[in-house]
Structures are given as C-alpha cells and as structure tokens.
C-alpha cells in the first residue's frame, strides 16, 4: 500500500522505534518507495555498504526536518 508520507507519519515510525527510511530506488525514479527500518548504530549503517551512495537513505529526524522546513 503507498501512502504519502507526512510529518505525522514520520512522528509516528519514530514512535514505534524505526530511525532509518530505506529505498532501493533510482534518484531517477518518479514515484519514491521507502520502507520503515530500525538500526542500532545509525551512523555505522549509514557508512556501511548497506548505504551506496545512489541510494536513498534518510534517519527519521531527517526525514521530519525536511517536511518541517518546507
């Protein structure tokens, strides 16, 4: 199921524990898919081979400051 993501559903991943958002998309790709992911260690995941460098990867907190500021 897509949903459009919204600061209030970012707010609530983060409440359940997720702290990663994950996609396998192409920066080309017009419709974006991510996948609620929790890491341990969020800085070694995102300096991991886990994390190419043409793949997406946000933290939540990211993800809701982004929204926040337009």
Same mark, same amino acid.
């Given at each position: 199921?897509? #949903? ?10 983060? &409440?359940?524990? !997720? ?10 790709? #017009?419709?974006? &898919?991510? #996948? ?21 990867? !946000? ?12």
């Amino acid at each position: 199921m897509n #949903v459009p993501l919204t600061t209030e559903i970012l707010k609530d991943l983060k &409440h359940k524990g !997720y702290n990663i958002l994950k996609s396998d998309n192409s920066v080309d790709d #017009v419709i974006q &898919h991510f #996948v609620p992911t929790t890491v341990n260690d969020l800085w070694a995941f995102q300096n991991s081979e886990n994390c190419v460098s043409l793949k997406k990867k !946000y933290s939540i907190e990211e993800a809701c400051c982004r929204f926040e500021s337009g």
